[in-house]
T-cell receptor
């Protein structure tokens, strides 16, 4: 069965500092991987996705993520965090075979301090 | 234009009542979903429809009944509401099947008193 682990429940970074959010997945085949962001009181917005090809994917709002098959990881990065990045971040894994639903991690809450 | 919309945004009701939440997507997607997000932000899929056909039905009390009148709409009806039903309910849609990228609505915050 697919599973996603986000080891960090809450991370606090200073504005302008770099950010890395961790995501580890468990899946038997090549996974489809996603990062979503949820601002307070809002729905989930897709930041980026990985299906195949280049393992470093660029997303919206200056985010990027790197797929590392050997480590079963898909970590999200941003070189310089802005106060508006404070939100909940979810990693998800999916498959296009069958009717298997996306599996979401439990989320990482990002706080940004001045 | 809003891609996935839900109504209402907030719903406050008493135990035992019946309520509905409506969802519409204008993305032309074939698959729609209902998720429940609890107070710890954990997202749990409840149902998925593909072209009006139920394809995912997770372990959800049968007080919850989804209805899809057409592939652009997926409504959720909840009978005999309980305190534990209080949560945020999200509708979502996708084009390429249940494991592909999904687009979420803004959510409906349901509070049962």
């Amino acid at each position: 069965a697919q599973s996603v682990t986000q080891p960090d429940i809450h991370i606090t970074v200073s504005e302008g500092a770099s950010l890395e959010l961790r995501c580890n997945y468990s899946y038997g085949a090549t996974p489809y991987l996603f990062w979503y962001v949820q601002s307070p009181g809002q729905g989930l917005q897709l930041l980026l996705k990985y299906f195949s090809g280049d393992t470093l994917v660029q997303g919206i709002k200056g985010f990027e993520a790197e797929f590392k098959r050997s480590q079963s990881s898909f970590n999200l990065r941003k070189p310089s965090v802005h106060w508006s990045d404070a939100a909940e971040y979810f990693c998800a894994v999916g498959s296009l075979s069958g009717n298997t639903p996306l599996v979401f991690g439990k989320g990482t809450r990002l706080s940004v301090i001045a | 234009d809003t891609a996935v919309s839900q109504t209402p945004k907030y719903l406050v009701t008493q135990m035992g009542n019946d309520k509905s939440i409506k969802c519409e997507q204008n993305l032309g997607h074939d698959t729609m979903y209902w998720y429940k997000q609890d107070s710890k932000k954990f997202l749990k899929i409840m149902f998925s429809y593909n072209n009006k056909e139920l394809i995912i039905n997770e372990t959800v009390p049968n007080r919850f009944s989804p209805k899809s009148p057409d592939k652009a709409h997926l409504n959720l009806h909840i009978n005999s509401l309980e305190l534990g039903d209080s949560a945020v309910y999200f509708c979502a849609s996708s084009q390429f099947g249940t494991g592909s990228e999904q687009y979420f609505g803004p959510g409906t915050r349901l509070t049962v008193t």
